[in-house]
């Protein structure tokens, strides 16, 4: 029995010890297929953003129970756009911060006057958040990071943004406002950076409002049709 057990024991720590095989070829996951370019029809030029297409919106930490959700409605931008050249394309964009949204059940007390107040945004000493590109880099067919200055309370520092160009079209059919293009970037900010430090956590709490803020983009800008270029149907 005891010389049953010692061969047993053996075979096992000569089991455990042997190195494990390499993974055949074919049990390899195969490699993702690189992403196709975006559609894309439009042309290059300055184009406007749809303010009827287009949210600022972001995200916070409450208290670390949630991601708590608001949003700007007071926004504009122009973009420089160049299909054939994604470096050289720019954008300029502002926000109004009076135009804080946050669905706050109550009028009284108004939770987007005093988020626009001095503790925090103090629209009105600093009425206008700004973003002004200095670099793209082009990360792939459809997505670039785009830096740029990030005026925030007074305040400029450097801020990237992840950006997907979503495609686009030339001025004609069912679309009135001419060429259109689209896309969708997001970048995340410290506010307490700016001077919004009011409710941040204190060092391993969460009993707060967390300091960093992640800013989600959804953009569309058009151009005007050329003159004398065929107008879409009734």
Same mark, same amino acid.
């Given at each position: ?11 096992? +720590? ?23 370019? !975006? ?5 290059? *030029? ?30 504009? *931008? +122009? ?7 994604? !470096? ?11 135009? %804080? ?37 082009? =990360? ?13 309370? *007074? +305040? ?7 950006? =997907?160009?979503?495609? *686009?079209?030339? !001025? ?27 409710? +941040?956590?204190?060092? @391993? ?9 992640? %800013? ?11 003159? @004398? !270029? ?5």
């Amino acid at each position: 029995m005891k010389r049953a057990a010692w061969a047993i024991a053996a075979l096992t +720590v000569s089991a455990c010890s042997q190195p494990p095989a390499e993974k055949t070829k074919s049990a390899e996951a195969p490699a993702a297929p690189a992403a196709a370019p !975006a559609k894309n029809t439009a042309p290059a *030029g300055e184009y406007k953003l749809d303010k009827t297409h287009a949210s600022v919106t972001f995200r916070v930490n409450h208290l670390g129970m949630s991601r708590y959700t608001a949003r700007f409605t007071g926004i504009d *931008g +122009v973009l420089q756009f160049d299909p054939a050249n994604p !470096a050289a394309m720019s954008i300029m964009a502002s926000v109004d911060p009076k135009s %804080i949204e946050t669905d706050f059940p109550l009028e009284e007390p108004d939770f987007d006057e005093e988020l626009a107040g001095p503790q925090w945004l103090d629209a009105a000493k600093f009425p206008l958040i700004t973003f002004k590109s200095t670099k793209v880099e082009p =990360t792939g067919a459809n997505t670039a990071k785009v830096t740029g200055d990030f005026t925030l309370r *007074g +305040v400029t520092r450097p801020l990237v943004l992840d950006a =997907t160009f979503n495609g *686009g079209y030339a !001025a004609g059919g069912m679309d009135p406002m001419g060429a259109r293009i689209g896309f969708s970037a997001q970048g995340k900010i410290k506010r307490s950076d700016f001077g919004v430090s009011y409710g +941040v956590p204190s060092p @391993g709490s969460t009993f707060g409002v967390g300091d960093e803020v992640e %800013i989600l983009i959804e953009a569309e800008f058009t151009q005007p049709a050329p003159a @004398g !270029a065929a107008k879409p149907p009734a």
